[in-house]
């Protein structure tokens, strides 16, 4: 009986689902001319609330450009943003409150583990996703036909960070993530290529538990195999922190940190002079990008305040967006991701753009920063 | 070998510091005060703003700065304690142990949230930093400002064992702690004396809070939550309710974290200490220093 009354339940609730969704796809069409909108879920609190204003800036400069321009096909754009929180509850229900507005692609994506569990709710209300900053392997793993990354993945960060430490010298390099999946992916990449022969050897593979604030513990633990280069891929605050720590257990070989801890708080974290000299893995940001000097200051115009990490590729998933729904002719999301399979050479800021039947980019375009002066700049670009 | 003794003590004297007001709560009113982490994130904010209001006079002479900030701090929030109490729990002592417990979390939530709104969800970073030589003892580095911490924690602590051992005050603490029914027929004011209690501990915690956004340098707004379950755990291993029994709790649980990451590796350093909480709890539940409770009938 109970069994019953569950399936009676479940099927009430999927056909009222379905029915709202034709409502919702019907309502589209009779909405052929008003704004489009677009929706982006990232971190506006939290661990990572850095992050998300410079996202949104960046996708709001793209939005009043495309819109200045007379909009995608005579209808302007306009942007919604939710909070994310970089966690995975916040996120989902972020999403669904995206998907209940009726977007019609997803431009957001920071933190990966709270990105992952938003990857269903869009795609199945069909909703093209363009993830500009989250990049765990994990997110394309799934093959779904509406994810597509436009940052480079774990894997090419991996694969950046092996090429600097060959490049660069050091002998014994320990490995160090903190569990959550974009960092876990790029940790365990890494330290699957220093296992190979040919480049530094591996000291250890370790994780920390974020959010405590002392980690002397895993410091000694760690300096006990007696690295001479660290790799951490986690987040800035306990990249900060760790940092800091290892330089007071007088550790003074070389330290080289994710894209996710690339934030000018790293520094203040460490507290100057600690992060002096330490490296970064990061896709390329505005002010490490050669000719972006126009688009740097019309944003710092904008904004006043200098555009920050991922405000780059934020401005890129909305211009695509717009370029996917352009060639479209309309909002229907499984047009949409047919017709961004088929961009080819979309110029976008790190290099022109082909999807790989992946749904990746064909370069993930890292290179290496280097904290000097209490700022990051570039070191060298890997090519 | 040494260095790890050494971390351990350190990071379970700031334990310490936490666990001891947890302790003193439970110990007079049998209250599971989950908003005292929350006290400790307070003490931390409200030494940032302190120090951000000195602006210039705080790089001059830092330490003596963050002296005084960390006996304002102490202060303030020792009445946001009061507070807690008079709000949260005054108004439903006497009731099932249950709803205390709740509202206990509800007080914890407000707090998290309101210094959410108060100061932002950014992590800050603390305007003053202790920084200092280091040296080596039998093979361990020590920092001076370690030192430090640790004896400002150690002269809390010894004065607040002396208050409740050697005081007037301390004595009608206990005695509300065997039986508050009684006391209050003594013309004990029971209510002054649990308020005075809810100061104490909280006092404490804000000092801790201030030390480490001192010491690391990082403070947010749920910096709270897990420090206030390591506290619980302290005062759960070394006898919650007894003010000896925290504080060698504290260093017990500072210690198992350190050799737990050393033997078995870092991510396990949670699962350790709390399977070891697990496993306390069923072969001594009283914990380390704790009595036996004879069920008053």
Redesign the interface.
């Known amino acids: 009986m109970k069994k019953f009354t569950m399936g009676a339940v479940l099927a009430v609730a999927s056909l009222a689902v379905s029915a709202c969704g034709q409502g919702l796809l019907g309502s589209d069409d009779a909405e052929d001319s008003g704004p489009i909108t677009i929706g982006m879920a990232i971190p ?4 990572s ?2 992050i998300g204003p410079y996202m949104k800036n960046g996708a709001q400069m793209a939005v009043d450009e495309i819109n200045a321009r007379g909009g995608v096909g005579k209808r302007k754009l306009r942007l919604r943003v939710e909070d994310d929180a970089c966690d995975p509850k916040t996120a989902v229900a972020a999403a669904s409150k995206l998907v209940a507005a009726k977007i019609a692609v997803s431009v957001g994506g920071y933190c990966s583990g709270a990105t992952l569990p938003t990857l269903p709710v869009f795609d199945r209300a069909r909703i093209p996703m363009i993830i500009p900053a989250a990049n765990s392997t994990e997110l394309v793993a799934q093959r779904l036909k509406h994810v597509f990354l436009i940052n480079g993945t774990g894997d090419q960060q991996a694969v950046a960070a092996m090429n600097w430490m060959t490049k660069s010298g050091p002998k014994k390099v320990a490995v ?1 993530h903190d ?1 959550t999946s974009y960092s876990k992916d790029i940790a365990l990449r890494t330290a699957a290529a220093l296992d190979r022969p040919g480049g530094p050897d591996k000291a250890t593979l ?4 974020p ?4 980690y ?3 410091i ?3 300096l ?1 195999t007696h690295p001479d280069f660290i790799y951490w891929t986690g987040y800035y ?1 306990e990249g ?2 760790l940092l ?1 720590q290892f330089r ?3 550790y003074t070989g070389g330290f080289m940190v994710g894209d996710g801890s690339v934030d000018a ?1 790293l520094i ?2 460490a ?1 100057g002079k600690a992060a002096d000299g330490v490296f970064a893995t990061m896709t390329q940001t505005p002010d490490t990008i050669e000719g972006a000097g126009g688009w740097i200051s019309s944003y710092k115009q904008k904004f006043g305040s200098d555009p920050g990490p991922y405000s780059t590729q934020s401005y890129d998933a909305v211009r695509v967006a717009a370029e996917g729904i352009a060639k479209a002719g309309g909002t229907d999301g499984d047009k949409i991701a047919k017709q961004l399979e088929a961009v080819n050479g979309f110029p976008i800021f790190t290099g022109p753009l082909k999807f790989t039947p992946q749904h990746t980019l064909g370069n993930g375009g890292f290179v290496i920063l280097v904290v000097k002066g209490g700022a990051f700049t570039l070191r060298d670009d890997l090519k | 070998m040494a ?2 003794i050494w ?2 003590l ?2 379970g004297s ?1 334990y310490a510091l936490v666990a001891l007001g947890y302790s003193m709560v439970y110990g007079i009113i049998k209250l599971l005060n989950f908003a005292h982490g929350d006290l400790y994130m307070l003490g931390a904010f409200t030494g940032f703003a302190m120090l951000g209001a000195m602006g210039g006079l705080v790089h001059s002479s830092s330490l003596v700065a963050l002296l005084v900030v960390l006996v304002l701090t102490m202060v303030t929030t020792g009445i946001a304690g009061l507070a807690v109490e008079r709000v949260a729990y005054r108004p439903l002592r006497g009731m099932p142990r249950l709803s205390l417990l709740i509202t206990a979390v509800g007080a914890s939530f407000a707090l998290e949230y309101g210094t ?1 709104i108060a100061a932002g ?3 800050r ?1 603390y305007p003053v ?1 202790l ?1 200092g030589a ?1 040296f080596t003892v039998l093979g361990a ?1 020590v ?1 001076v400002q370690q030192l430090l911490l640790m004896a400002v924690s150690v002269v809390l602590m010894a004065g607040l064992t002396m208050l409740i051992g050697r005081t007037r005050q301390g004595r009608a603490m206990r005695a509300i702690a065997l039986d508050p029914k009684a006391c209050l027929l003594m013309g004990i004011n029971v209510d002054a004396v649990i308020a005075r209690t809810f100061f104490i501990g909280s006092a404490m915690a804000g000092a801790a809070g201030v030390m ?1 956004g001192g010491y ?3 403070i ?1 707004f ?2 709270g ?3 206030g379950l390591k506290a619980f755990t302290a005062a759960v291993i070394g006898g919650i309710g007894n003010v000896p029994g925290t504080m060698l709790g504290a260093i017990v649980l500072g210690m198992l ?2 050799f ?3 033997w078995v ?3 396990w ?2 699962v350790f200490a709390f399977g070891f909480l697990i496993l306390f709890l069923t072969v001594r539940p009283t914990g380390l220093l704790g009595e036996r409770v004879t069920e008053r009938v």
Do not use: C, W
């Open positions: 506006l609190s939290g661990s609330a850095d160090l569990n370790d994780a920390v538990n959010g405590e604030s002392d002397s513990a895993n000694a633990n760690v006990k605050q900060g922190l800091r007071q257990a007088s708080k203040k974290i507290g | 260095q790890l971390n351990g350190f990071v700031f959410r969800p950014n992590p970073v930093r920084d280091s580095r920092t480490a690391y340098g990082k947010d749920l910096m939550f897990i420090i974290e350190s737990g990451t050393h590796g870092g991510q350093r949670d």
